[in-house]
């Protein structure tokens, strides 16, 4: 962490700073009180189907079963006849997946609602804890945007599918914001990547910003779950890793599928061509992810340090051939990171209402809005990505598909999380030319401080 605390209040805590924490610990257990009940009275008004189907969980089952039973097939294997789902994570996870069907499957997705949940809220201690927030006022942050974010169309559809993300990103957090003298840090995020490749960019971010004992140890955990899937999994782990198919973004099912909301899903869509779009993505993804992890490396270098981890998850997001709606919960910690910057301010009442008004469109963006152009209109499964027609289990590439087809405010909303992230991708990138270029600038109130200090007001 940063030992440049001058841009910090360093007055002691104060009566007004703690009738403050006070307060907001108060609005914070109202906000995360008021989520938690109308999340039960959802879970109790509608059917299972609705809330906890499950439907990626019981892939990754599936695809443990493969491991167990058949491991040849675990690649050609196709899930309860849709053509589009098959297992494409890696063989290690499909051994660590084994471990699920020990367990009965409502139980399980239970505790992968329960887990995830507290992934998220254990994201959102952290950020605060790492921007130098006190404890009190952590507290009551973290209920109130635990609260408004649980609510978000990204969160709520990882739960209902039974979803890692949550619990990933929790311990990408976790793993990532330990001190660098730990001398295991590094390690859960190259094991993470080797269940799921996208935090393997972690790992460059670790590499550029000269962290080199950390990054090995993040290789080195990475190696360990490749070994394993080759000694346990010999076949599947040659066609995965060694054949190249790990690369293949086709495998999830239609690339340019509306959930995908990344790049190359929204070029794939404009293009109308899955092929079409696969070089303009490729140049675009070196391009983006050259100038955002550039952006991080600033923010690290000037003592920024979440801010630097937040940059290099929206460069993964970007980049990534594949990023699905659920994937887009690292607006969690984003969300923090601007409410942070809006506490700080002191430029003036202007400065702060437009932090706080940028917190506010990205939670209307990316909120699990109800599904009012259905007939059964419900809490869950909601989203405004969805009022862009989709195509439903679609594979490979049709010119028929709805995607290609979208217009107006279709093209808007359907493309809507990617157009988010492309936003907070320019305030990134004028944050970091801010601070390279006067120490600070408008921005320099992202800066984390070494005593923390912080209160709203």
Same mark, same amino acid.
């Given at each position: 962490?940063?030992?440049?605390?001058?841009?910090?209040?360093?007055? &002691?805590?104060?009566?007004?700073?703690?009738?403050?924490?006070?307060?907001?610990?108060?609005?914070?257990?109202?906000?995360?009180?008021?989520?938690?009940?109308?999340?039960?009275?959802?879970?109790?008004?509608?059917?299972?189907?609705?809330?906890?189907?499950?439907?990626?969980?019981?892939?990754?089952? @599936?695809?443990?079963?493969?491991?167990?039973?058949?491991?040849?097939?675990?690649?050609?294997?196709?899930?309860?006849?849709?053509? @589009? !789902?098959?297992?494409?994570?890696?063989?290690?996870?499909?051994?660590?997946?084994?471990?699920?069907?020990?367990?009965?499957?409502?139980?399980?997705?239970?505790?992968?609602?329960?887990?995830?949940?507290?992934?998220?809220?254990?994201?959102? #201690?952290?950020?605060?804890?790492?921007?130098?927030?006190?404890?009190?006022?952590?507290?009551? !942050?973290?209920?109130?945007?635990?609260?408004?974010?649980? #609510?978000?169309? &990204?969160?709520?559809?990882?739960?209902?599918?039974?979803?890692?993300?949550?619990?990933?990103?929790?311990?990408?957090?976790?793993?990532?914001?330990?001190?660098?003298?730990?001398?295991?840090?590094?390690?859960?995020?190259?094991?993470?990547?080797?269940?799921?490749?996208?935090?393997?960019?972690?790992?460059?971010?670790?590499?550029?910003?000269?962290?080199?004992?950390?990054?090995?140890?993040? !290789?080195?955990?990475?190696?360990?779950?490749?070994?394993?899937?080759?000694?346990?999994?010999?076949?599947?782990?040659?066609?995965?890793?060694?054949?190249?198919?790990?690369?293949?973004?086709?495998?999830?099912?239609?690339?340019?599928?509306?959930?995908?909301?990344?790049?190359?899903?929204?070029?794939?869509?404009?293009?109308?061509?899955?092929?079409?779009?696969?070089?303009?993505?490729?140049?675009?993804?070196?391009?983006?992810?050259?100038?955002?992890?550039?952006?991080?490396?600033?923010?690290?270098?000037?003592?920024?340090?979440?801010?630097?981890?937040?940059?290099?998850?929206?460069?993964?997001?970007?980049?990534?051939?594949?990023? #699905?709606?659920?994937? #887009?919960?690292?607006?969690?910690?984003?969300?923090?990171?601007?409410?942070?910057?809006?506490?700080?301010?002191?430029?003036?009442?202007?400065?702060?209402?437009?932090?706080?008004?940028?917190?506010?469109?990205?939670?209307?963006?990316?909120?699990?809005? &109800?599904?009012?152009?259905?007939?059964?209109?419900?809490?869950?499964?909601?989203?405004? !990505?969805?009022?862009? &027609?989709?195509?439903?289990?679609?594979?490979?590439?049709?010119?028929?598909?709805?995607?290609?087809?979208?217009?107006?405010?279709?093209?808007?909303?359907?493309?809507?999380?990617?157009?988010?992230?492309?936003?907070?991708?320019?305030?990134?990138?004028?944050?970091?030319?801010?601070?390279?270029?006067?120490?600070?600038?408008?921005?320099?109130?992202?800066?984390?401080?070494?005593?923390?200090?912080?209160?709203?007001?």
């Amino acid at each position: 962490m940063s030992t440049d605390v001058g841009l910090v209040s360093r007055r &002691p805590a104060s009566e007004q700073g703690s009738t403050r924490d006070r307060v907001l610990l108060a609005v914070g257990a109202v906000v995360a009180a008021v989520a938690a009940i109308a999340y039960i009275v959802s879970l109790a008004t509608h059917p299972v189907s609705a809330t906890l189907k499950g439907f990626d969980l019981s892939v990754y089952l @599936g695809g443990a079963g493969q491991a167990l039973h058949n491991p040849a097939g675990l690649y050609s294997w196709v899930y309860q006849g849709h053509p @589009g !789902i098959q297992f494409t994570y890696t063989p290690f996870a499909a051994l660590l997946f084994t471990l699920g069907r020990a367990v009965p499957f409502h139980a399980l997705m239970g505790l992968v609602a329960v887990v995830s949940t507290y992934g998220l809220l254990a994201t959102i #201690w952290i950020a605060f804890r790492e921007l130098g927030w006190r404890p009190a006022a952590r507290a009551g !942050i973290t209920l109130l945007l635990g609260g408004l974010l649980f #609510w978000t169309e &990204p969160v709520q559809r990882g739960i209902f599918l039974g979803q890692i993300d949550l619990a990933w990103m929790g311990l990408i957090v976790w793993d990532m914001c330990q001190a660098d003298r730990r001398p295991w840090k590094g390690a859960v995020t190259g094991v993470l990547a080797g269940i799921n490749l996208i935090p393997a960019l972690f790992v460059v971010y670790l590499l550029i910003t000269r962290r080199f004992r950390q990054a090995l140890v993040a !290789i080195g955990a990475f190696v360990v779950t490749v070994i394993i899937g080759f000694a346990v999994l010999p076949h599947s782990s040659v066609w995965y890793w060694l054949d190249g198919n790990f690369f293949q973004a086709s495998r999830t099912g239609f690339v340019g599928d509306q959930e995908n909301q990344s790049l190359r899903g929204i070029l794939t869509r404009l293009i109308g061509s899955v092929n079409g779009g696969q070089d303009p993505w490729l140049v675009l993804a070196v391009v983006v992810a050259v100038l955002v992890l550039a952006a991080a490396v600033v923010m690290h270098n000037s003592g920024r340090t979440f801010a630097g981890l937040v940059f290099a998850a929206l460069a993964a997001l970007l980049v990534s051939p594949i990023t #699905w709606d659920h994937q #887009w919960v690292w607006i969690a910690p984003g969300v923090a990171l601007i409410v942070d910057a809006a506490v700080r301010a002191a430029r003036g009442r202007l400065v702060r209402a437009w932090w706080y008004a940028l917190a506010a469109v990205v939670l209307i963006a990316y909120a699990a809005w &109800p599904d009012f152009w259905s007939k059964s209109a419900g809490l869950l499964q909601g989203g405004l !990505i969805n009022y862009a &027609p989709a195509s439903s289990f679609a594979s490979g590439d049709n010119a028929k598909y709805a995607e290609y087809h979208w217009h107006g405010l279709q093209l808007i909303a359907g493309n809507l999380y990617l157009l988010g992230g492309i936003g907070l991708c320019l305030v990134a990138l004028v944050t970091a030319y801010l601070v390279a270029r006067r120490g600070g600038g408008v921005m320099h109130l992202l800066r984390t401080p070494a005593q923390p200090d912080v209160t709203p007001g």
